[in-house]
């Protein structure tokens, strides 16, 4: 795919936190265990070894204190109970530990509305944060007509068991068309999560203030990955860490993905800094059915680390909990905004950020160039760094991934994400230097066990 090109550094003003001390056991050492024209005006960016401000100031946390969880179950009992979907929860998990502050719990109207209008929040300071995508809970009539008069829910997981408290609620109508013509910006049928979570959901949505039991937990062997902003914070500072660069991918890490961020912290490295550390945060909530799941992802970002293409002492290994909405230039917005809060004052932005096929036309939904324009220009994230790709390729003259040289265009091939699933679907190997052997053959052994019989070739797939 691609790499960066010379970034425009946005000014970031930064100051100390503190944050609860993580386990003595972390990420990365457990594996082996982020120049466009803007109508911005950027001073040059300013050293420091603190970490950037969360939006709002500071992280908003939505759990219940431990002294007060007893009477937050009591209560619960005599409340009406609304059952969360799995991507529900995801959403909960995203705003219990703060991704989404200084959201509160699940949006209110007037805060759905300047989402879907404006791609963000102006908070009571009049200050604007970014917020690009709804994180809404959408409910159908029985539900709406069982609350009632109730001001409070309980929220229970498809077990019953209660997971949080939404007080202070507002309901109001859930206008699915403009939700999904403003965020897709098309209305096509086939858009992955509007199928899962739109379609079929409620016609209310219901917001309020969220008070969350306990932290959420998969139980999938993978919960020690999933870092809080907070935790990150807590990691970077105890590794004296004066720049975070974040970079979001749902796909496996190729040769060409590492070459982007040993560039990119090189680059750092000259622009000053004394311990830039990359946080590598691949996307650990919904996925469509065609992506890598995300236990083959972490094997195969493992064997990054272990086989040396990234260097452990200089990444921290995390799972991001949000569920993708393929959305493009809008979400990609949510991606960079989410990882301000984790600490990062660097994000890395690629060619189609977010983007896929549209679902019935032979086309990309979204325009390639358009996700890294709009991030330099996004209201609320101009504290935020932006770096761009810079093409890369596999170079055959050197037998390895590089940035493309158009001068020589003929020494380059380029492996597109479809072909490079294909190849390990039919158990062949990409040119030596693509990508390191142990992350190829977790890749391969992922297709294995999806074939429908053995040593069975499976066909290049028809673009969508």
């Known amino acids: 795919m691609a790499a960066m ?7 970031s003003t930064r100051h100390p936190h503190s944050f ?55 209560q619960a009992l005599s409340l009406p109970k609304i059952r969360l979907s799995k991507i529900d929860l995801q959403w909960v998990h995203v705003l219990s ?27 009571e ?43 202070k609620i507002e309901i109001y109508k859930h206008n699915k068309e403009e939700r999904i013509a403003r965020t897709w910006g ?48 807590d990691e970077f500072e105890r590794r004296n860490t004066d720049a975070v660069f974040a970079f979001q991918l749902r796909n496996p890490v190729h040769n060409g993905h590492a070459l982007l961020m040993t560039d990119t912290r090189r680059h750092l490295l000259e622009l000053g800094y004394k311990n830039p550390v990359l946080l590598l945060h691949p996307l650990g909530g919904y996925t469509k059915a065609d992506d890598v799941p995300l236990s083959w ?32 230039p809008t979400e990609v917005q949510w991606h960079a905004k989410a990882r301000i809060n984790a600490g990062a004052n660097f994000y890395i932005v690629g060619r189609d950020p977010a983007g896929m096929s549209h679902p019935i036309e032979k086309r990309d939904l979204y325009d390639a160039d358009h996700g890294r324009k709009v991030l330099t220009m996004a209201p609320g994230l101009e504290r935020l760094n932006i770096l761009p790709f810079k093409v890369a390729a596999y170079d055959k003259s050197q037998g390895k991934m590089a940035f493309f040289d158009p001068s020589r265009a003929q020494d380059f091939l380029f492996i597109s994400g479809t072909k490079m699933r294909t190849l390990a679907k039919n158990r062949e190997n990409p040119p030596d230097g693509f990508m390191c052997p142990g992350g190829w053959k ?20 028809i673009p969508a």
């Open 125 to 167: 300071d009049g200050s604007v944060v970014n917020m690009s995508v709804p994180i809404v809970l959408a409910i159908d009539d029985a539900q709406k007509n069982r609350i009632g008069p109730f001001t409070s829910v309980a929220l229970v997981d498809e077990k019953d068991d209660l997971v949080a408290i939404l007080s």
């Open 20 to 74: 609860p001390k993580l386990l003595k056991t972390h990420p990365a050492s457990s594996f082996n265990l982020r120049p466009l024209p803007t109508t911005r005006t950027r001073p040059a960016t300013r050293i420091s070894a603190s970490l950037i401000d969360p939006d709002g100031g500071k992280l908003v946390e939505l759990f219940v204190k431990e002294s007060e969880k007893q009477s937050k179950l009591q």
């Open 442 to 461: 977790v890749l391969v052994e992922y297709y294995d066990s999806l074939a429908p019989a053995e040593n069975e070739r499976v066909p290049e797939p």
């Open 297 to 328: 992802r972490m094997r195969q970002h493992e064997k990054v680390l272990e086989d040396g293409v990234l260097d452990p002492e200089t990444t921290v290994v995390s799972i991001f909990p949000s569920p993708m909405h393929y959305a493009g």
């Open 5 to 11: 090109a010379s970034p425009y550094l946005k000014a």
């Open 186 to 233: 098309t209305t096509a049928p086939g858009l992955p999560y509007v199928e899962e979570a739109i379609t079929g959901a409620g016609n209310w949505l219901i917001g309020g203030d969220l008070e969350v039991i306990n932290p959420i937990k998969y139980n999938d062997d993978l919960d020690r990955f999933r870092l809080s902003p907070a935790q990150l914070r």
């Open 97 to 123: 530990e703060g991704w989404a502050s200084p959201l509160k719990g699940f949006m209110r109207e007037s805060e759905f509305l300047q989402t879907l209008h404006f791609n963000s929040l102006r908070l």
